[in-house]
């Protein structure tokens, strides 16, 4: 009974290289013996579980979801964040700060819209002109009222007209 291998992966790179080896003799005619070395080199690749180091963004963020401590510690700081934001900006509060307020990351926000994360972050930073619905979806999920998101939505706008 053979015994059974495990698979690895292994790669070989094998090259050639010649040589000129001159022998020794009396007389002045060239003898030598050329010689063709094989260099083998074995080396075993690494599977995929031995390159990855810790976790991916999505499994850290679930992971944090899913410990009410450290999911409210996260919440409680993007409040903190909007704190300081509303203050260094009396009047105005942009999106951004509404979300935070909440104490939602994009990500999260953007999965309360039933949209892709790229693009609150396109309405975060110019929102332009979105449809009723957008805004009636970012009130809903951002829990203020329409007025509230249209006033940050042409703060945000404002903010991006040049000023003469």
């Known amino acids: 009974m053979t015994p059974q291998l495990q698979h690895t992966d292994v790669s070989v790179i094998a090259t050639t290289g010649s040589a000129f080896l001159p022998l020794a003799g009396t007389h002045n005619a060239i003898m030598g013996l050329q010689i063709?070395?094989?260099?083998?080199?074995?080396?075993?690749?690494p599977s995929k579980k031995d390159t990855?180091?810790?976790?991916?963004?999505?499994?850290?963020?679930?992971r944090i979801r899913?410990?009410?401590?450290?999911?409210g510690a996260q919440q409680a700081g993007r409040q903190r964040l909007a704190r300081v934001v509303s203050h260094f900006n009396p009047g105005t509060k942009?999106?951004?700060t509404l979300r935070l307020e909440a104490g939602l990351s994009q990500a999260e926000l953007?999965?309360?819209?039933?949209?892709?994360?790229?693009?609150?972050?396109?309405?975060?930073?110019k929102p332009g002109d979105p449809s009723m619905t957008t805004l009636k979806r970012l009130s809903a999920a951002l829990g203020v009222?329409?007025?509230v998101v249209i006033a940050a939505v042409e703060a945000a706008n404002q903010s991006f007209e040049p000023h003469d």
Request: glycine share 2%.
């Open 36 to 45: 063709t070395p094989v260099y083998i080199a074995m080396q075993r690749q």
């Open 52 to 62: 990855q180091r810790g976790l991916s963004a999505t499994d850290r963020a679930a």
């Open 66 to 71: 899913s410990n009410p401590v450290r999911s």
């Open 94 to 96: 942009p999106l951004s």
């Open 110 to 125: 953007a999965a309360r819209m039933d949209m892709l994360q790229p693009n609150i972050a396109r309405l975060e930073k």
């Open 145 to 147: 009222t329409v007025d």
